[in-house]
Structures are given as structure tokens and as C-alpha cells.
């Protein structure tokens, strides 16, 4: 889960960048770049922290051109260093740019082909720097002379779907050629394009979600298909194709659930209506299996479980209230690396109002639960306060598989809901009574927004890996690796997935 973002534009776009990456900053909060074109010059900065305190005044002077592409990475179990941050870079050929949100389930294998077939040397254990190298490496193959046109463009990034595994979503700039954008034939990552029509022409900005768009001024066009290509070349002439065989649409449901902001729309459905919707689906559910009169106030587990606590507490017709404040100037305690951390930040991040759990039967409502240590403190801390019972709600299922698509989700061992019933999750995060969103009401609650999705790449919760590479070896690779992070040999194939959209160039 990273931010990117593409702007061409007719005004220098280095102001742009940098505030369509502060409406991003929340899809990773670790380190931050920005890359311009100005000629067939590039101007690069990046470095480790939030977008307010990578670029200064004179970072930002730097930043020339009018055409440019951005990054916010958030951490992983891997390095955070800040040689790993993006845009990445080659020089060959025609000089590009790339910035990435993902995983690539076959990085090795590619990275291995690079070498042995292509004679291309990658310098890191990033997927991202392998994906920039087979992008590179087609585009080459597509061009012959000096000039590198659509077609060519469109042609190389048919081979490297065909190359590439995995769920990606990038953006690339060509020095003085265009800016060109892409999605995996999967659609499991997001991306959308906006336009901006002004008395020299149009503008176009291509990010992530669509909140970036409109809080910049550019009006929402459409997201980006599964397996499409979109190129904006050096006129400001928009081409797009369609560059994969057999795409199909599979958004991945933890968008929905937490990653994006409420106020985006992914693939035609409203992050925030979806939300609405798991808490209808998942009040449906708690009213089965409780007693009229048992549960005193609804309570959301800020920010994200919001939407869900409001329509449940509405649908059940029981009292909602903001039992816990949140400090803003904690990180997120999903993006946090380490349990220690995760644990004392916490108590940081959350104080709980006591007035408004004393002596009540208080239902918590949280998107969902990982590690389940974000949530067993969460259950102390109303306890402390007062609290007569502590039931606990996830908006989501239980995530009982690792994600392998550019989520840190953690090895099996490590998430609490792996090999247990929820009635031993329950005891384990300490509450009275646990229940969790079904995997098909899940799934409802965003078809219902959007009739038009049907199909979903949701393997944190169902096992289902989309795009049909992954096996048991595979993730056991993905565990060693984890456990054993400076261990050499072949286990380092699952290596990509600790250093997800980690990727570093020497500006």
C-alpha cells in the first residue's frame, strides 16, 4: 500500500506533486519522493519521513518541469532505508522514471531473467526496481531509432503484463517523450485519471484514488481498467489501450475496508458508502446473535471503522458514542513496524472518555483485526474505564492469510485469527463476546454500491490468490524469509514481499 501520483501539466507541477502527495499521506507515511521532467532532464528528491518534512524550499525549487510523477511508501517488515524510496530511475533507454504500489509475486524469477537474458544488473531486493527494469528493458525491444511512439509504448507494456505477476499499479515518465501510466490485468491495485481543461489546454493528473484528483482541481474522468495503458505524450495528447489479454476486474476488499479514504471512489464505488453498508451487514448479524436490550452504546475504534459504527448503531437503534479520542500525530499503528511499537502506541494514540463507559454493556466497533494487539488493548482500555461487559465487532473477517499483493500483511503465525476460532480469538484479545463480518456480506456491501463488481480479490480472508501463481511453498518462502531476513540462499524468493514498493535510485 503506497501512493503515487502523475501530472502533466502546462504550469511548473512540483507544488502539485507535493499536495497530491499530502492527500495521499495516508496510503504510507515512511519516506516520500517526487521526480519532474523539465527537456529530457529529470529533477529528483526523496528521502525518509512525511511529505511535510521531505521538501524544503530548496527541494522544491529543485523540482523543475512541467510533467512529473510522486511517491509516499509506507513501512514493512523490510528495510525502511532511505536509498529504498521512490521514484526509481534508468538511464536507458530514452531515461525513465518510475513510481509503483504493489507486489510482484515473480520478482526473483524476473530479477534472475534480468540478469541471465537481458543483461540488466538490479541493485536492490525491490520488486519495484524489477518492474521499472522490465518496463525498460520492452520498451527498448518495441523501439526501433529514436523515436519511441504509442504503439511502441503500448507494445512494450503488453510484454511485461505477459512478463509480470502480481498486483501493480504504476506510473513512469519517459524523458521527453510523455508520461505513461498502468494497471495489472487483475485491477487489484487502484489507479484513476483526472483532466483539467484551462484556456492552454488540458491537464492531466493520474493517482491512486480519487481524492487526489479532486482536491486538486481536476475533475474525475475514470479509473483506470485492468491491464490498460494510459500515455500522455509530450503535446498533451491523451492515448490509452488496452495492453492484456484476458483482464478482468478484481479490486482488492481491503481498499474498502480501511487503506482508502472515505471520500475516494475506487472502480465506480464509494469507499464511504461501501462502509455504510458493512455496518448494515454486520448489525444484520449481531442481531441474531444478541438479545434486544443487551448492548447499552455503539463505539467506533477511530478513524476508519466510523462509517460502519454509525449505520450499525442506526440499524440496531442503540445509542452511538465517541468513547475514545484520537491523537492525530501518532501514525497509524497498522503502518508501525514491530509489536512493541504497535503496542505502546496504542495508549498514545487513544484516551478513553470514562463517562461514557462506566458501568455499560459498550459494542467496539474496529474495520478489523490483524495482529490482534492493536485490539486486546483497545479491550483493556474500556475495561479501565468502566466498562460493566466489552464486546467487539470487525467490520471485516477474520484475515487468517498473508496478502502477497503490496499489503504488509504479516505471516500466518502472526495473525491472531490464524488456526483459532473466533470464540479463542475472543479470549485473546480479552472480550466478553467477539463477532466478525461474514466474507459474503462483505463482498455485498460493496456489489451494492456497485452492481457492476462481482468479483474481488479478498485472499487475506478467503485464501484465494487472484492471480493463481501463488502455492503453499510459496508463502512458507514468504515465512522463512519474514523470520529469517538476513538468511541467504533460495529462501530469499519471498524477499519482495518484506520490501513491498521498496525501490531506490541515486538521484
Keep these: 500500500m503506497c501512493g503515487i501520483v502523475g501530472v502533466v501539466s502546462h504550469q511548473p507541477v512540483n507544488q502539485l506533486l507535493y499536495d497530491a502527495l499530502l492527500l495521499l499521506q495516508h496510503r504510507g507515511q515512511d519516506a516520500a519522493g517526487i521526480a519532474t521532467n523539465h527537456s529530457s532532464m529529470f529533477s529528483m528528491h526523496k528521502a525518509n519521513g512525511l511529505v511535510r518534512d521531505v521538501f524544503r524550499t530548496r527541494n522544491m525549487r529543485s523540482l523543475q518541469g512541467n510533467s512529473g510523477i510522486g511517491h ?39 530479477k534472475q531473467e534480468m540478469f541471465k537474458n537481458d543483461r540488466r544488473h538490479i541493485n536492490t531486493d525491490s520488486d519495484s526496481e524489477v518492474l521499472l527494469n522490465v518496463l525498460a528493458h520492452e ?29 501493480y499499479a504504476a506510473v513512469a515518465q519517459i524523458a521527453g517523450v510523455g508520461l505513461l501510466a498502468f494497471r495489472d490485468p487483475f485491477g487489484i491495485r487502484p489507479l484513476c485519471l483526472g483532466i483539467n481543461e484551462t484556456e492552454q489546454g488540458a491537464e492531466y493528473l493520474i493517482a491512486s484514488e480519487s481524492v487526489a484528483l479532486e482536491g486538486m482541481g481536476f475533475r474525475f474522468v475514470r479509473d483506470i481498467a485492468p491491464g490498460e495503458a494510459v500515455f500522455i505524450d509530450a503535446d498533451k495528447q491523451l492515448h490509452s489501450r488496452q495492453c492484456a489479454d484476458n483482464p478482468s476486474l478484481n479490486p482488492c476488499v481491503f481498499e474498502f475496508v480501511y487503506l482508502a479514504r472515505p471520500d475516494s471512489i475506487i472502480d465506480g464505488a464509494s469507499v464511504y458508502a461501501t462502509r455504510l453498508k458493512m455496518g448494515e451487514y454486520l448489525a444484520a448479524k449481531i442481531k441474531r446473535e444478541f438479545k434486544d436490550g443487551e448492548i447499552d452504546v455503539v463505539m467506533p475504534i477511530p478513524d476508519s471503522s466510523r462509517p460502519a459504527a454509525i449505520q450499525l448503531a442506526l440499524a440496531l437503534n442503540i445509542e452511538y458514542r465517541e468513547g475514545f479520542i484520537k491523537n492525530r500525530y501518532i501514525g497509524r499503528t497498522f503502518l508501525m513496524p514491530g509489536q512493541a511499537m504497535r503496542k505502546k502506541s496504542v495508549r498514545q494514540k487513544l484516551n478513553a472518555i470514562v463517562s461514557e463507559f462506566k458501568d455499560k454493556v459498550v459494542l467496539l466497533v474496529d474495520d478489523s483485526i490483524v495482529r490482534g494487539t492493536t485490539s486486546r488493548e483497545i479491550v483493556q482500555m474500556a475495561r479501565e474505564a468502566g466498562a460493566k461487559k466489552v464486546i467487539f465487532a470487525s467490520a471485516a ?10 499489503i504488509d500483511m504479516p505471516t500466518r503465525d502472526e495473525l491472531i485469527a490464524y488456526g483459532r476460532t473466533t470464540e479463542e480469538v475472543c479470549r485473546e484479545i480479552t472480550a466478553d463476546a467477539l463477532v466478525y463480518q461474514d466474507i459474503d456480506a462483505l463482498k455485498r456491501a460493496i456489489s451494492d454500491v456497485n452492481p457492476e463488481l462481482k468479483n474481488f480479490e479478498a485472499s487475506c480472508f478467503d485464501g484465494i490468490y487472484v492471480t493463481g501463481d501463488i502455492s503453499q511453498d510459496y508463502l512458507d518462502k514468504l515465512e522463512y524469509a519474514r523470520h529469517n531476513p538476513k538468511a541467504p540462499g533460495p529462501e530469499d524468493a519471498g524477499r519482495s514481499q518484506l520490501n513491498l514498493n521498496l525501490a531506490t535510485t541515486e538521484g
Excluded at 528495510?79 to 525513465?96: C, L
Excluded at 473477517?397 to 503490496?406: A, K, M, T
Aim: charged fraction near 15%; glycine fraction near 8%; proline fraction near 9%.
Design 72 to 110: 509516499c511508501r509506507y513501512p514493512t517488515a523490510g528495510s525502511s532505508s532511505e536509498e529504498e524510496a521512490q521514484p526509481f530511475y534508468v538511464n536507458a533507454p530514452f531515461g525513465i522514471t518510475l513510481a509503483h504500489n504493489g507486489n510482484l509475486t515473480n520478482w526473483e524469477q524476473l
Design 397 to 406: 473477517p477474520p484475515v487468517i492469510y498473508p496478502n502477497v499483493y503490496g
Design 139 to 167: 520498451i527498448q525491444n518495441a523501439t526501433s531509432g529514436l523515436v519511441l511512439d504509442p504503439d511502441a509504448i503500448f507494445k512494450a507494456v503488453a510484454v511485461l503484463h505477459r512478463r509480470v505477476r502480481g498486483g
